[in-house]
């Protein structure tokens, strides 16, 4: 099971133009690309293993190989049923998507399909037990709330930190949440990726915006499926 961070900027077309959406993009913090922040981030889970596709017949089973072709090289082969069956890959990335939207609460969507004209995707480095790990993490965090205040307060608590280091009064574990953990996307990302062992302790910063997360998670992974940037590279 393969794990990527999938991240959306402040111009895309999927982003509804909304104050909230205008507000995180304002509050973020500097970009090094020159590129627009990224202002939300969800966690795609893509098997790495692809189900055996089979052809039944009466009885009898036929599982669906590669064969060679006649007079084709090793390096072209064609399927056994491609004139019964010929799948197009699409652009875009599908697995289990988990994040959390505004007003909203944690979510674990089976099937969900990521294009790779909006989306901006980073590959984690991970072994197969800590990817299955963080998907059973955000399972069990499924249905949990949006934390609002800790969204609203994050700009305020990166800008003072300048000056004086301020502790964070709305984590989700806060006594302020009143015995409920909340969220914001980025807050509930990180915490899957920390508590989970695929990034460690002090690699990331807890509660961050989604730009910040974004940065520490580049020297963390590798790009994947990257958005068309014309002249821009990663």
């Excluded at 205040?149 to 984590?171: A, H, I, Q, W, Y």
């Excluded at 961050?208 to 997360?213: D, K, V």
Aim: proline share 6%.
């Amino acid at each position: 099971m393969d794990v990527y961070c999938c991240f959306l900027g402040a111009t895309s077309e999927l982003l509804e133009d909304h104050y909230l959406n205008r507000g995180a993009a304002w509050a973020s913090p500097p970009t090094v690309s020159g590129l627009p922040p990224k202002v939300h981030v969800e966690l795609l889970f893509v098997p790495t293993e692809a189900p055996v596709k089979t052809l039944k017949l009466g009885h009898k089973v036929y599982k669906d190989v590669n064969v060679e072709a006649t007079g084709a090289s090793k390096h072209n082969r064609v399927s056994r049923y491609s004139g019964i069956e010929n799948s197009k890959e699409d652009d875009s990335l599908k697995g289990i998507a988990c994040s959390i939207l505004y007003g909203s609460t944690v979510h674990v969507n089976e099937n969900k399909s990521f294009s790779r004209k909006n989306w901006e995707f980073r590959k984690l480095k991970c072994t197969k037990k800590k990817a299955e790990a963080c998907l059973k993490w955000m399972r069990e965090h499924e249905y949990q709330g949006f934390n609002k205040l800790g969204f609203f307060s994050e700009p305020l608590r990166r800008k003072m930190s300048c000056v004086v280091p301020l502790p964070n009064m709305f984590r989700p574990d806060s006594a302020l949440q009143f015995g409920q953990k909340k969220w914001y996307c980025s807050e509930l990302v990180e915490a899957a990726l920390r508590e989970t062992g695929i990034v460690q302790p002090g690699q990331t910063t807890a509660s961050a915006h989604p730009e910040i997360l974004f940065q520490e998670l580049k020297n963390l992974s590798v790009p994947s499926a990257p958005i068309d940037r014309g002249k821009l590279s990663l």
